[in-house]
């Protein structure tokens, strides 16, 4: 299945690399998605990477700062966060959507496996 790692504490304006990893499958084969709940708040879409060309698309709240690719010879995807802040304070997951449409990739219904999540904090 899949496994989310990286998180931790972290003050503001600092970074953070978010790591995907599967078991049992393979990802390039999978449109990938990082999602992310915060306490008391709905699930929101961060990023996602088609399964092929690998293009990418990222939430307005977090462009410019994180960064989503994959490497396919290490069967992971990855999210690299800069310059977080503390409303990025959540836990973090990724899904998996069988070469999914991309264009719908914003939407947690298109995923079919997720992920344990891995918790973020950013202090301030």
């Known amino acids: 299945q899949l496994q989310a790692s990286g998180g931790g504490l972290v003050q503001a304006g600092g970074s953070l690399r978010l790591s995907c990893a599967a078991s049992g499958r393979t990802l390039s084969r999978y449109t990938i998605g990082w999602f992310r709940q915060a306490p008391g708040k709905e699930r929101e879409f961060v990023a996602a990477?088609?399964?092929?060309?690998?293009?990418?698309i990222t939430a307005d709240s977090v462009k410019g700062r994180f960064t989503i690719s994959r490497d396919n010879a290490k069967n992971a995807v990855y999210l690299q966060m800069n310059s977080l802040k503390p409303e990025d304070t959540a836990v973090y997951h990724c899904?998996?959507?069988?070469?999914?449409?991309?264009?719908?990739?914003?939407?947690?219904?298109?995923?079919?496996?997720w992920g344990q999540g891995t918790q973020v904090t950013v202090s301030s």
């Open positions: 899904a998996a959507d069988y070469q999914g449409d991309f264009g719908k990739s914003r939407s947690a219904r298109r995923y079919d496996y």
């Open positions: 990477i088609s399964w092929s060309p690998g293009s990418t």
